[in-house]
Nanobody, 118 residues
């Protein structure tokens, strides 16, 4: 069974950091991986993406300079390091397999909740 499993979410104070993980099971994570998020009452938005080789990365403007995406193809895992978090980053974060960072998301994970609050 092909699965993506996110982890690492939680409650953090403004200015804090979290590292999200996206682990693949049942297949080799040799694809582009995108991180998306959906806040209550808002549409899902793309946050970041990393190419299959890891040589190219993309970020939405609101997280540039604060979030860093990386991947470990040996561990079959993609990470999203999130620093300087603000309440506006509160959302459910999902990872998804993509044919490329310009292609549509395919397989989704179940999501992990990130809450930034004092």
């Amino acid at each position: 069974q092909l699965q993506l499993v996110e982890s690492g979410g939680g409650l953090v104070q403004p200015g804090g950091s979290l590292r999200l993980s996206c682990a693949a099971s049942g297949f080799t994570l040799n694809y582009a991986i995108g991180w998306f998020r959906q806040a209550p009452g808002k549409e899902r938005e793309g946050v970041s993406c990393i190419s299959s080789s890891g040589s190219s990365t993309y970020y939405t403007d609101s997280v540039k300079g604060r979030f860093t995406i990386s991947r470990d193809n040996v561990k079959n895992t993609v990470y999203l390091q999130m620093n300087s978090l603000t309440p506006e980053d509160t959302a459910v974060y999902y990872c998804a397999v993509r044919p490329s960072c310009k292609g549509p998301p395919r397989t989704w994970g179940q999501g992990t909740q990130v809450t930034v609050s004092s």
